[in-house]
């Protein structure tokens, strides 16, 4: 089974910006990649989706424009940036994959998260002054 592991989280300032790391110790190619964050006593809600080969992602609305998703094949590495920080961005943000799907947008709205591949144990984001 594919293993997830984020990096990158800390404390942000508003207005600051930040990068997130999603790597696997096996190639995830053939998988999209997608970016989901818990913040306490809220849902588990999608943030960003690339596709496996790349070509195609989606944002949630409250990060569109403020975030990007990319990602190395040759790292096996996936990078959630995001500027212009907010505090209600403050979460846990977790990283998920899932084989082939076509329909990202799908992979982001979810709500049947044990449908997915593989989770990692998710890197804490703290945006205060």
């Known amino acids: 089974q594919l293993r997830l592991v984020e990096s990158g989280g800390g404390l942000g300032q508003p207005g600051g910006s930040l990068r997130l790391s999603c790597t696997a110790p096996?190639?995830?190619?053939?998988?999209?990649i997608g970016w989901f964050r818990q913040a306490p006593g809220k849902e588990r809600e999608g943030v960003a989706c690339?596709?496996?080969?790349?070509?195609?992602?989606y944002y949630t609305t409250s990060v569109k424009g403020r975030a990007t998703i990319s990602r190395d094949y040759a790292k096996n590495t996936a990078y959630l940036e995001m500027e212009n920080l907010k505090p209600e961005d403050t979460a846990i943000y977790l990283c998920?994959?899932?084989?082939?799907?076509?329909?990202?947008?799908?992979?982001?709205?979810?709500?049947?998260?044990?449908?997915?591949?593989?989770w990692g144990q998710g890197t804490q984001v703290t945006v205060s002054s």
């Open positions: 690339i596709s496996w080969r790349g070509d195609n992602t």
């Open positions: 998920t994959a899932e084989e082939r799907i076509t329909n990202i947008r799908d992979m982001c709205e979810t709500t049947a998260f044990h449908v997915l591949d593989a």
């Open positions: 096996t190639s995830f190619s053939r998988y999209a």
